[in-house]
């Protein structure tokens, strides 16, 4: 079975203005445009491939606080946008974005969603990629935790989509969720910046079909949980 795969950061209620977010968008992109030559370039959505394909999106700060101030990118509270790379169909990484939320009910969110199959997705769906993906995303947004990972592994294997409990490929923590504890080898800890700290479980891509994997995943997953890491994202 075809293992997919993509990064995700989440974080609680969180009021900023659309000139906050827009420097985190910005931030984003910036980040992620250097990995692959594929994600260069980013263009927002149209009713058609044409049409999307005129809405470059320029990673500066301006860029997206021209969009924000668009009503359809405006929320009851925060702001929302899509981004695409204008690959060919199979080739396409997708960027969904939700900053800038203050409200009990729902939390903030940006997902990162490389291809499924193809040379290209065999390019970018790898722990360095992802690992500098995520890294990127938790510098830009501040987010309390994210991962990169399968959702094979997460949906059949873990039985749970909640964000903040469980175990992924490559994880973050914010120093405010807690203090990673030792990890056993092959996993390895680094620290992002003076945010927080990234957890990469395996040097080759991590897969559900793996025993190996997912005896790791199975045993960080415990150490995390003594730790007090593993629990659900508030908003």
């Known amino acids: 079975m075809t293992e997919n795969y993509y990064a995700g950061v989440y974080w609680p209620s969180r009021k900023e203005s659309p000139e906050a977010c827009a420097r985190r968008a910005a931030s984003l992109f910036q980040g992620i445009s250097t990995l692959d030559p594929t994600w260069a370039n980013w263009f927002g959505t ?22 924000f101030s668009l009503r359809k990118h405006q929320l009851v509270s925060g702001f929302s946008f899509v981004a695409w790379n204008g690959e060919a169909d199979g080739s396409t990484t997708g960027v969904t974005c939700t900053c800038g939320v203050a409200s009990p009910y729902l939390s903030n969110v940006c997902t990162v969603n490389p291809p499924r199959r193809g040379p290209i997705a065999e390019r970018l769906i790898d722990a360095t990629v992802m690992s500098r993906t995520l890294q990127a995303m938790a510098l830009a947004w501040e987010p309390e935790w994210g991962v990169a990972t399968s959702d094979l592994h997460r949906d059949e294997v873990l039985k749970t989509a909640t964000p903040g409990t469980f175990v992924g490929w490559v994880m973050y923590f914010s120093h405010s969720w807690g203090t990673v504890p030792p990890l056993p080898a092959p996993v390895r800890i680094e620290p992002v910046a003076d945010k927080g700290t990234l957890i990469i479980l395996t040097p080759e891509r991590f897969t559900a079909s793996n025993p190996e994997h997912v005896a790791l995943a199975a045993q960080v997953q415990e150490l995390l949980d003594r730790a007090g890491l593993l629990r659900p994202l508030q908003a």
């Open 46 to 67: 149209g009713k058609s491939r044409k049409q999307a394909l005129e809405k470059r999106l320029p990673p500066i700060a301006s860029t997206f606080e021209q969009l």
